[in-house]
């Protein structure tokens, strides 16, 4: 499935892995991250936007983790970024 917008495309796919797991991804092409930002997300508080709270990603980890989830995270600075979900196929 493939949204677009006026400043470029999302695109959101699942995937059946072999291992019982789906991968569910959001792409975007975007401004991207550098390592080092990466590394920050989910820090309470850090934000790269004006009017950001920096609890998004923070809330985003707590649930995946609650739920006992992983997230895999690939970003290429002013390029884009894909986050993956893996969840059990029931
Ligand atoms: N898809 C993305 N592409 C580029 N940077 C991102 C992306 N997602 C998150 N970030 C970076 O991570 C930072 C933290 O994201 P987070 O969602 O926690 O907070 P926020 O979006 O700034 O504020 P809010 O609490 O309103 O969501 C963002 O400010 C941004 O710099
Ligand atoms: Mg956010």
Do not use: C, H, W
């Amino acid at each position: 499935m493939r949204s677009g917008t006026a400043d470029g495309t999302i695109g959101l796919t699942r995937s059946p892995n072999n291992d019982g797991f789906i991968k569910i991804s959001v792409k975007d092409q975007g401004i991207g991250m550098t390592k080092e930002q990466i590394d920050k997300l989910g820090s309470p508080f850090y934000s790269l936007k004006e009017s950001g709270t920096g609890l998004g990603m923070m809330v985003s980890f707590q649930i995946i983790r609650n739920l006992q989830r992983k997230v895999r995270i690939n970003s290429e600075k002013d390029v884009g970024t894909e986050f993956s979900i893996y969840l059990p196929m029931i």
